[in-house]
């Protein structure tokens, strides 16, 4: 069974950094492009970028380039989401999701990031 | 980056009842386009794909149509747990998908 479980919520000031995971199974990890979606309060799905486990090619969206950083973690299997310096706008649920042709084919619960002072 | 506009923004439907979802692409998409309903508290879940094609477990009461620019969602008889918004998403452009801004699909 493939599984997406992400960490849980995090509450954090303006400036701070934070680093959010996704630990896949049940399926080879490397084999598929891991994605990352924003929804923020009340509204709807901002696609993020991707990136391949694999090797780690990396592609952002054009909104997101340069405000957060997508990583990966063979060993265990895991994707990581950061940031250096949180902003209150950053305030949302991010998902992570299996990408298979292009295709969001399996999600993760969410992790529910508030930034506020 | 391709822009993708549904409509209507909220639809409201009685149990049993039909519901006709649009959504439009900006520019020429082919048949790469899917749905995603996510119900409320829950992460999405992928509905359709190829524009016509149901994903695994989904039931047959959801039907896509539409190629290119235009493309249909259609719930031909709704029930309770539809509730739900519903996305369309381009994955035409790789790897620069986009979304559609939602309809929220309620029980009239």
């Known amino acids: 069974e493939v599984r997406l479980v992400q960490s849980g919520p995090e509450v954090k000031k303006p400036g701070e950094s934070l680093k959010i995971s996704c630990k896949a199974s049940?399926?080879?990890?490397?084999?598929?492009?891991i994605g990352w979606v924003r929804q923020k309060p009340g509204k709807g799905l901002e696609w993020m970028g991707i990136i391949y486990p694999a090797d780690s090619d990396t592609t952002y969206s054009p909104s997101f380039q340069g405000q957060v950083t997508m990583s990966t973690d063979k060993s265990i299997t895991t994707a990581f989401l950061q940031w250096n310096s949180l902003k209150a706008s950053d305030t949302a649920i991010y998902y992570c999701?299996?990408?298979?042709?292009?295709?969001?084919?399996?999600w993760g619960q969410g992790t529910l990031v508030t930034v506020s002072s | 980056e391709i822009v993708m506009t549904q409509s209507p923004a909220t639809l409201s439907v009685s149990p049993g009842e039909r519901a006709t979802l649009s959504c439009r692409a900006s520019?020429?998409?082919?048949?790469?386009l899917a749905w995603y309903q996510q119900q409320p508290g829950q992460s999405p879940r992928l509905l359709m794909y190829?524009?016509?094609t149901r994903a695994t477990g989904i039931p047959a009461r959801f039907s896509g149509s539409g190629s290119g620019t235009e493309f249909t969602l259609t719930i031909s008889s709704l029930q309770s747990e539809d509730l739900a918004v519903y996305y369309c998403?381009?994955?035409?452009?790789?790897?620069?998908?986009?979304f559609g801004q939602g309809t929220k699909v309620e029980i009239k």
């Open positions: 049940g399926y080879t990890f490397t084999n598929y492009w």
């Open positions: 999701a299996r990408h298979d042709g292009g295709l969001l084919e399996y």
């Open positions: 998403q381009q994955y035409n452009d790789w790897p620069r998908w986009t």
């Open positions: 520019q020429n998409i082919g048949a790469n």
């Open positions: 190829g524009a016509s």
